[in-house]
């Protein structure tokens, strides 16, 4: 039985993307090697890694000052490979804390400069996006988390800022049109949206990162890796590819335009269901959901075993809610078809008419 996946990361890959990727994996484009095998200096991989550099400036709109890299780390790296670069002597950063993964880009930056938390939703266990907060002037940048993987919540605006917003996009990077103007930087670990864990993409506007400083380590310096295409030393080659499959799949739906209304109606059908249904309730605050992940609770506790259990029998894995909200989390990236959360929905219903 071809099962859902539902986990939040690694997590889904469009079944197109996947078999793209293990023909690539027997022989690569009629080289006769496997692209496990071939070197990132070969003519052919050269070129795959250009064209997949295009193809992210096309599909989200940047122009020739952003360099586009293809990193290893995680997005665990750039918490503090961010600050590292961008923070000189004297310069501060403010950060809006909105859950388990701002609280580590904080702690980590805090290595390398000032940082001011300017809001956080901790109050409420990140339940919802703070808003009105005052955001100091002067700052070297301002960094958020675009979509709370953990918490099921998302940034629907971009806040005002006079500084460039520096943004972790690990969990809803093409998930929908962006407006470049209003970042410096965006980074994002492949493994929630995009392609397979090992390759972290960095986007960063040359203007903003400003000019090479000698004081770094090589590897972190993003100079480094503007300079030398991103192989600098050797790049996760075969990753970088299925992201560039998933990249013409994306174009081939209608681009990040298309991506949203594909991923706007997804999850309007879960939500309504979730707040039709009498057995569970959604955790985040209604204006602020996710359209990624989606975290709700079963009312009655005693249900959720047994509703895991039945979500299972149906195909549907991966809905466990992290441990810091519990109950249940439906991740329905880009390459959920709707028939995934249409299985889920019937589920819920048949739940709810077995329990009423
Ligand atoms: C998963 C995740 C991370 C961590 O990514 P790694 O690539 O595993 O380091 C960081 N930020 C967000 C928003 C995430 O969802």
């Known amino acids: 039985m071809k099962k859902y996946n539902f986990y939040a990361g690694p997590a889904i890959l469009s079944e197109t993307v996947i078999r793209k990727a293990s023909e690539a994996a027997l022989e690569y484009e009629g080289t006769g090697l496997s692209l496990l095998e071939i070197s990132h200096r070969s003519k052919e991989l050269v070129a795959m890694m250009e064209e997949t550099e295009s193809l992210v400036k096309e599909l989200l709109g940047l122009d020739d000052d952003w360099a586009v890299l293809f990193l290893t780390g995680g997005a665990s790296s ?18 809006v804390d909105t859950g388990t993964w701002s609280t580590k880009a904080i702690k980590e930056a805090k290595r390398f400069g000032e940082i001011n938390v300017i809001a956080s939703s901790k109050d409420q266990n990140y339940s919802y996006i703070p808003k009105g907060y005052d955001n100091p002037q002067g700052a070297r940048y301002l960094h958020i988390t675009s979509n709370n993987t953990i918490f099921g919540t998302q940034f629907h605006s971009f806040p005002d800022s006079d500084s460039p917003i520096v943004c972790d996009m690990s969990s809803d990077i093409f998930c929908r049109p962006i407006d470049p103007g209003k970042f410096g930087m965006i980074y994002a670990g492949a493994q929630k949206n995009l392609g397979p864990a090992g390759v972290t993409l960095v986007l960063i506007r040359k203007s903003f990162l400003g000019d090479k400083r000698s004081d770094m380590p090589t590897i972190t310096n993003y100079h ?82 047994e509703f895991l259990a039945a979500c299972e029998a149906a195909g549907c894995v991966g809905l466990k809610g992290h441990r810091s909200v519990g109950g249940f989390r439906a991740s329905i990236y880009n390459a959920m078809p709707k028939e995934g959360i249409e299985v889920l929905v019937q589920i819920m219903k048949e739940f709810e008419n077995k329990k009423g």
């Open 78 to 95: 750039q918490f503090f490979e961010s600050a590292q670069n961008l923070l000189n002597e004297g310069e501060f950063a403010n950060y």
């Open 224 to 305: 480094t890796h503007i300079e030398k295409s991103s192989a600098f030393n050797t790049p996760p080659v075969f990753q970088i590819y299925v992201c560039l499959e998933s990249l013409k799949w994306l174009k081939s739906m209608g681009g990040v335009e298309g991506m949203q209304k594909h991923n706007e109606a997804k999850a309007k059908i879960l939500y309504d269901e979730i707040d039709r249904n009498s057995l569970f309730e959604g955790t985040a605050a209604k204006e602020d959901r996710s359209l990624m992940n989606v975290t709700f609770v079963s009312k009655d506790e005693s249900h959720q075993t």
